[in-house]
């Protein structure tokens, strides 16, 4: 039984393959009761889905979204309950959709002179109009049968050392850390078995982090109750989600990873702190 909190999940307003409604329809076809859309450097999915949501009472849609973050304590974070009414939330966030796209331009450039041509009007059709990122040049090298799925395209290409990687002129997590809470959010460590560093999650801590994502497909049950540990330990919101993609990701479903209903109060509560 799919769970009923997915607090991880992306659409065509980032990298995404379903669209905010194909979405929203999706969870309340599983039963989902708590859906949050944490679109990378946009809220406009969550904005498209609320006056779906505002008719439908039996699933509550929380304002979320995924950062990446640079630098010393380099990370992706999660924000929740944001106010997406924050004019200067969202000026940022559209700079960071800017440097988004002069990246993936460039990326698209090293592509075409390592002989494995990419359009780069193309990957912006692809991305329909959503926040940039290498997966919509991993679509674009599949479309061109030079890789069958995106995994192929980040492993030969795409990833941190691969022939067409450029880094990211993301913030540093810090400064991620920093707007999240500027737009009275909670902000979240994302997928924690990514970055293994103690040093890296104390910093994280140090710098404002509240939370920790410990329910997630990639963490085994033993791992699961480590984060859980640290959590209570340094009185961080323990959260969870799929991390779902959409179809043809090669990612987790909907709602495949079991979130605990407590999670909600206990994020309401860590929303009274901030």
């Known amino acids: 039984m799919p769970s009923r909190v997915d607090l991880h999940t992306h659409t065509t307003a980032s990298d995404g393959t379903l669209t905010p409604p194909e979405l929203f329809q999706e969870a309340l076809e599983l039963g989902i009761r708590v859906l949050a859309i944490s679109d990378h450097d946009s809220t406009s999915g969550y904005e498209a889905v609320l006056p779906l949501a505002s008719g439908r009472p039996e699933i509550r849609l929380i304002a979320a979204i995924e950062l990446n973050g640079e630098g010393s304590l380099a990370c992706h974070l999660l924000g929740y309950f944001i106010n997406v009414q924050n004019e200067a939330f969202q000026r940022q966030l559209a700079d960071y959709r800017e440097r988004r796209t002069e990246r993936v331009r460039a990326m698209a450039q090293k592509l075409n002179e390592l002989g494995s041509p990419v359009d780069f ?15 919509h040049l991993a679509d674009a090298l599949m479309e061109k049968g030079i890789v069958k799925s995106r995994q192929e395209a980040f492993d030969r290409f795409l990833k941190k050392g691969g022939s067409a990687y450029i880094s990211g002129n993301s913030p540093t997590a810090e400064e991620g850390i920093q707007l999240i809470r500027g737009a009275g959010g909670i902000p979240v460590l994302a997928h924690p078995s990514y970055y293994t560093s103690p040093e890296l999650l104390d910093g994280l801590v140090a710098a404002g982090l509240m939370g920790i994502e410990a329910y997630y497909p990639d963490h085994s049950r033993a ?12 009185q961080l919101v323990v959260t969870g989600g799929s991390d779902f993609h959409g179809p043809r990701t090669g990612r987790a479903a909907l709602g495949s990873v079991p979130v605990p209903d407590s999670v909600i109060e206990d994020l309401e509560k860590a929303r009274d702190k901030v």
């Open 121 to 135: 009007h193309r990957v912006q059709e692809i991305a329909q109009g959503g926040a940039l990122g290498r997966p």
């Open 223 to 234: 791992l699961i109750e480590h984060y859980k540990d640290f959590a209570k330990k340094h």
